[in-house]
């Protein structure tokens, strides 16, 4: 309970005040009044003495007197009866009695003043108490007044000042000639208040910059202490995390949404092996709850205070960002290619079939169909028709990229796709069957987007498989979706890879023969058929090959979602299958 200081000082010296007196008072009314009872006692004794003397003198005085007007003959005229007629005839000693009792009344008397007199005393010693209290009450509102009031306006800004307004300023007396020890405190309070306040709005405002300048770093950015809060982030991180922004939030929880901190034995923590194992750099993927199938590259250092690792700073990088990015440089590199064909063979390839056609209609136009050299000759011309149409296939892959989705022809697309790699299979002696149903099977979207997907699918299993494999293409109903399955006689791929090969930058395996390929050729394609609603799966086997399938719904209806669980950071592994 608060008390003022006020009180407190003049409740103490009032106490003190009355305790005194009180105990002054009845030291001297006990001291003083027992010293004058005692000596009225002893004087009433001493009187009652005499009184007892005198009664008795008087008695024996009025006996003598009897006894002598009884016997008058009684001679007491003589020395030796001298005494005898003093009693007798003395009027003096006849009066010592009555003279006795008015002293006893006298000092009786003058004890009764000695008690008024304690009495007065004690009036006297209350009404200096009474006054000695103004006296207190008056020096306490000065002290109010002089002291604690200053002191108070002071108590209340420093209280203000806590809960961070720094605005306040203890307010100075005008009149400067009188100053003391308290306004110069006030004074002396108010400029460390200016510097405070200059001081955190320089803080302040270097906060809002160091803010400013992690929030425009495109990557997610976060600190974390020893015990697990993240004391700073930038905005790109909270995207990344689906929270809003907080300050001591906790990371397994905001990335995870788990109550305790990740198992290291089964989670790769960045925190547990910079600060618990003292590693300088860790890079890991993980994938965040609020996006579970977004691959997030996480590098992640100490970050040194007092020359002690306190502290972890982590870069979160999201890949499907490196993934788009790697999906327009190759449409850029498709279209430069195209555009580069188009330009260098087109305008020769549509010379050459006008002459061609000059050519039949001049000498073979008379000539029976039936004939086999204007059947040779047709053929030669309808080759060359199909070579005409090759640069608009290749220009197909880069069209519309912002264009508005279309209905896109499953199989008619795939086989576009396959005349323009037809080269490549042949090449390697590979046999490409492509068996496609009578039902015609249609999905929305960018035309563009699609070619690519099966484009990469095609040219991994034209990789994956040995000279003179095949690679069988076909599509199938499935209920409510349909299906577009991809089998090689491949190599295949390990069973502990197949959980990784659509992680981003996961290549290995048969792309060491010659080295190429990113890594994000599956990851663009199973980016792709997402976004048409549709999903990508793999099933597979070393050395027999692998069948991939895409499932898309039919007639706009997305197909049931798979529930897909939270990878706990997955080891960096390699696969067998190259992702271009």
């Known amino acids: ?23 002054f008072a009845f030291t001297f009314y006990v001291a003083y009044s027992s010293k004058i009872e005692k000596d009225q006692l002893a004087s009433i004794q001493r009187n009652q003495q005499y009184a007892d003397l005198l009664y008795r003198n008087a008695n024996l005085i009025r006996e003598i007197r009897l006894l002598l007007e009884h016997y008058p003959d009684i001679d007491i005229s003589s020395d030796d009866y001298k005494y005898l007629k003093i009693l007798a005839y003395d009027t003096a000693q006849s009066n010592l009695i009555v003279n006795e009792q008015a002293s006893i009344a006298e000092r009786s008397r003058n004890f009764d003043e000695q008690y008024r007199t304690i009495s007065i005393g004690i009036k006297i010693i209350a009404l200096g108490a009474v006054l000695l ?11 109010n007044r002089w002291i604690l009031v200053p002191i108070n306006k002071m108590s209340q800004i420093s209280e203000e000042i806590g809960r961070g307004n720094f605005s306040l300023r203890v307010p100075l007396r005008t009149d400067i000639k009188h100053t003391d020890e308290l ?11 200016d510097n405070l306040q200059n001081t955190m709005h320089e803080i302040r405002n270097n906060e809002k910059f160091l803010q400013a300048l992690i929030d425009s770093i495109p990557d997610g950015i976060r600190v974390i202490d020893q015990n697990y809060r993240i004391i700073a982030a930038n905005k790109n991180y909270y995207r990344q995390a689906g929270v809003s922004p907080k300050k001591f939030g906790l990371c397994y929880h905001d990335s995870f949404k788990t109550q305790y901190p990740c198992d290291p034995n089964h989670t790769r923590c960045p925190l547990h092996e910079i600060i618990t194992a003292g590693k300088t750099s860790v890079n890991t993927i993980q994938q965040f709850s609020h996006h579970p199938n977004r691959h ?13 690792r306190r502290y972890i ?7 499907s960002d490196d993934i788009d990015f790697s999906h327009q440089q190759k449409l850029s590199s498709l279209g430069f290619l195209s555009s580069s064909i188009a330009h260098e063979i087109k305008n020769q390839l549509g010379a050459l079939r006008m002459i061609m056609e000059h050519f039949i209609d001049k000498y073979y ?15 030669l011309h309808d080759e060359l028709v199909k070579a005409v149409d090759v640069p608009e296939r290749l220009l197909k892959l880069t069209r519309g990229g912002n264009a508005p989705d279309t209905p896109i022809d499953c199989a008619a697309g795939i086989n576009d796709v396959l005349s323009i790699l ?10 490409i069957t492509f068996r496609p149903t009578e039902e015609n099977f249609q999905i929305t979207g960018s035309e563009t987007d699609f070619r690519i997907a099966v484009i990469n699918i095609i040219l991994n299993a034209i990789k994956a498989t040995p000279v003179n494999g095949s690679i069988d293409i076909n599509i199938t109903p499935a209920g409510k979706n349909f299906q577009i399955n991809f089998a090689d006689t491949g190599c295949g791929i390990a069973k502990e890879d197949i959980p990784y090969i659509f992680n981003p930058f996961f290549s290995e395996g048969r792309q060491k023969k010659d080295g190429r390929g990113s890594g994000l050729g599956l990851a663009i394609t199973k980016s792709i058929i997402e976004k048409f609603g549709g999903s990508v799966s793999v099933i597979s086997a070393p050395g027999k090959g ?7 719904p039919r007639d706009g209806e997305p197909p049931a979602p798979k529930r897909r669980k939270r990878t706990k950071n997955l080891p960096k592994k390699n696969s067998g299958i190259i992702n271009d």
């Open 133 to 143: 209290s103004l006296f207190i009450i008056f020096l306490g509102w000065r002290i």
């Open 422 to 431: 037809d080269f490549e299979a042949k090449s390697k002696g590979i046999t």
């Open 313 to 319: 700073i982590e870069s979160i990088r999201d890949l």
């Open 183 to 193: 306004d110069n405190l006030a004074a002396t309070l108010n400029i460390m208040l």
């Open 365 to 379: 136009a008379a000539v029976s169909d039936d004939s086999d050299e204007k059947k040779t000759i047709m053929l």
């Open 296 to 308: 997030l590259a996480i590098n992640a250092a100490p970050l040194f205070l007092d020359n002690q």
């Open 546 to 552: 692998s069948c991939f399938t895409l499932t898309f």
């Open 1 to 23: 309970m608060f008390s003022s200081l006020n009180r407190k000082i003049v409740y103490s010296i009032l106490s003190l005040f009355l305790i005194s007196t009180l105990a």
